[in-house]
């Protein structure tokens, strides 16, 4: 059965780091590209940063950039996302998602949205003094 697991999420103060895993379990993730997303209270769903199949280029979005790094252990069937100097505006679910299906450079110019066949059930951030 195809399953993503995310975990690593918790109650974190300003300034501080967490690093979110992606568990894949069913399915080879090597060959899926993998996409973070995050949904904050009240507000859509956003992409957070994707990484390509195998070992593919990366995407950020601009509050990602510098603070952010998207990893991948195919090995482990494992994706990461570290986040360092948290925000408050970083609170929300944070969740994996994976696509087997666009090109490298149409995922990069899609921003990863176009990553949309699996999603795990998310894993809560909070960012609080």
């Known amino acids: 059965q195809w399953q993503l697991v995310e975990s690593g999420g918790g109650l974190v103060q300003p300034g501080g780091f967490l690093r979110l895993s992606c568990a894949a379990s069913?399915?080879?993730?090597?060959?899926?590209?993998v996409g973070w997303f995050r949904q904050a209270p009240g507000k859509a769903r956003e992409a957070v940063s994707c990484i390509g199949s195998s070992d593919g280029p990366t995407y950020y979005a601009d509050f990602a950039k510098g603070r952010f790094t998207i990893s991948r252990d195919n090995d482990a069937n494992m994706a990461f996302l570290q986040m360092n100097n948290l925000e408050p505006g970083d609170t929300g679910i944070y969740y994996c998602?994976?696509?087997?299906?666009?090109?490298?450079?149409?995922?990069?110019?899609?921003?990863?949205?176009?990553?949309?066949?699996?999603w795990g059930q998310g894993t809560q951030v909070t960012v609080s003094s």
């Open positions: 998602a994976v696509d087997y299906g666009p090109g490298y450079s149409d995922l990069l110019s899609s921003r990863c949205t176009l990553i949309d066949d699996y």
């Open positions: 069913g399915f080879t993730m090597q060959y899926y590209h």
